[in-house]
């Protein structure tokens, strides 16, 4: 494979925002459209091909995509369905590798097993990012969400460590026993997931207490921003698994960032979602653009392999329903187990086994395999396993991902408690205006100016008020609600402030610094407001 042009990869990166900020203007999943212009572009004449660096996958955009996930994941919901969200990351992608493997064994004889189990932990991984983005733009339930982004964070780490093995066993089969190599191979996969573990707890532990001794939102922002990249690069280094580590991290200090500063949450969360952006635009646009490099490979066998990887495509998405509706139904034959409730609506199986599309890992494991040359011995059947894994790919986005959001309104499992999430809400802010009164009761005594006190009550009290008037009639029967006239005027209120001082500005009464400052002073209370 040859080394990737830093100014073809530029274009990339240009072309998929584009392309990214068209979809959002028009409500589309970004990542399907990705893929689409991206196998569109890459037969374009004069187009130079852009091949998938799997090192630039592996560290430079796969830890701080799981990093960014972890973050805003919710820890105590991730536990209350880790059953659930373990079959699915560990149980269902052994289940995939083994499945894909033996048809791909039987399908192509002159696939050798090794070589064919390589295959399916390379596709065994889903990649939510696509599920995720289409779940959240149609409401899916807060339970399927929870449950394929839980799935997501941990799959890779099997699945990466499970090709490691497997692939050492391909290789190593003309010159040792297989057996031994599959032996120490499970050893590996043991501690490298005990060891990531271990090291993303201790890590995320430790910089959870240097950030807060920064006390300094730009220096904490900085060291977030390394994380991702240095407890992946230090578990692999150890032989452990570095998405493990990134994702126990990420997970200990999302759920600690409310002890952080307000500068430090409100520049981390526009930093992850520029840099999300950013990277998600790059990597399913490169998966498009491979579709030329992977049908160069094949040679005159193309329509036979392509009718296999067809097949193992279908196998690959039944894999998944034959995965997940015995594990949610069978237990149910437990007396004990059905005395817990309800069974699960048909409905959640169905949905959860129908979002399994593939994405870059995938293609990064795949390119990451030894062909020969400068790579080492080539792995036997290499070309098959590169398009199969393409095929697969690309298959589960485009069908899988055009037809879930049909499916998820079809099947009325979007998330139904909005309104009992604004009621939480208008309960747990109107028990923390009550504390804030109290506190400015025990702060003020009788130097403190009346309307001082006068002007943090009615704040309070209008925090409090704002979820309570969304739970009562529609607007459209009351008019405005008093929370909604009050940011109107106030927005118009920031507008005529932010004028004046551009205009003093302009006129040479102030210097360019104070503007900012005054400025960034009015950003501050309009992201509030906009919250």
């Given amino acids: 494979m040859t080394e990737t042009d830093p100014r073809a990869l530029l274009v990339v990166f240009v072309v998929a925002l584009g392309v990214s900020a068209i979809a959002r203007r028009f409500s589309v999943s970004a990542p399907l459209l990705l893929v689409v212009v991206g196998l569109a572009v890459s037969f374009v004449p004069g187009v130079p091909s852009v091949p998938l660096d799997p090192d630039l996958v592996l560290f430079l955009v796969l830890p701080p995509l799981l990093y960014s996930a972890a973050l805003e994941s919710s820890t105590l919901r991730l536990r209350e369905n880790l059953q659930r969200i373990s079959q699915l990351a560990v149980g269902l992608v052994v289940f995939t590798t083994a499945v894909v493997g033996v048809v791909a064994w039987l399908l192509v004889p002159e696939l050798p097993f090794a070589s064919a189990l390589v295959l399916g932990a390379v596709v065994a991984p889903p990649d939510a990012v696509a599920a995720a983005s289409i779940g959240r733009r149609l409401g899916l339930q807060r ?31 003309t010159t040792v026993g297989t057996g031994a190599t599959i032996l120490a191979g499970l050893e590996e996969f043991a501690l490298a997931a005990v060891g990531g573990v271990a090291i993303g707890a201790a890590a995320g532990w430790l910089l959870h207490r240097v950030r807060m001794a920064l006390h300094d939102g730009v220096l904490e922002s900085s060291v977030g921003l390394l994380v991702p990249f240095a407890i992946y690069l230090l578990a692999e280094e150890l032989h452990t698994s570095g998405v493990l580590a990134v994702v126990l991290a990420g997970l200990y200090l999302g759920h600690k960032a409310p002890e952080a500063g307000y500068a430090t949450r409100l520049q981390d969360q526009a930093v992850w979602k520029a840099l999300d952006t950013l990277l998600e635009a790059l990597v399913f646009a490169l998966i498009g653009l491979q579709l030329r490099i992977v049908v160069d490979g094949l040679g005159d066998d193309a329509g036979r392999i392509l009718l296999v990887s067809l097949a193992l495509l279908v196998v690959t998405i039944l894999a998944r329903f034959a995965w997940v509706y015995p594990t949610i139904y069978l237990p149910r034959l437990l007396p004990k187990v059905r005395r817990r409730g ?42 098959v396993v590169v398009f199969a894994a393409f095929v697969v790919t690309v298959g589960t986005l485009l069908l899988q991902g055009l037809t879930l959001p049909t499916l998820i309104q079809r099947l009325h499992v979007r998330d139904k408690g909005a309104q009992r999430d604004v009621l939480d809400e208008a309960q747990v802010k109107q028990a923390a205006a009550e504390a804030a009164l109290h506190r400015l009761e025990e702060m003020s005594d009788d130097s403190t100016p009346a309307h001082v006190t006068e002007q943090l009550r009615t704040w309070a009290q209008h925090r409090a008020n704002e979820p309570w008037e969304r739970l009562g009639r529609p607007d459209e029967e009351i008019g405005e609600a008093p929370s909604v006239v009050f940011n109107r005027l106030r927005r118009g209120m920031l507008s005529a402030e932010r004028e004046t001082f551009v205009r003093f500005r302009d006129m040479g009464r102030i210097d360019e610094g104070i503007l900012r400052d005054m400025l960034r002073g009015l950003d501050y209370e309009e992201a509030m407001l906009d919250r």
């Avoid at 997501?152 to 780490?157: E, F, K």
């Avoid at 048909?346 to 790579?375: E, K, N, Q």
């Fill in 342 to 383: 309800p069974a699960v609506s048909w409905r959640v199986p169905f949905v959860i086994s129908w979002a399994g599309m593939r994405g870059v890992v995938t293609l990064a494991a795949a390119f990451a395999i030894p062909h020969g040359g400068d790579t080492g011995p080539a792995m036997p059947g290499y070309n």
């Fill in 143 to 173: 339970r399927i969400m929870t449950i394929l982004e839980g799935e997501s964070l941990l799959n890779d780490a099997t699945a990466l460590t499970l090709f490691r093995v497997l692939l050492a066993a391909a290789l190593a089969t």
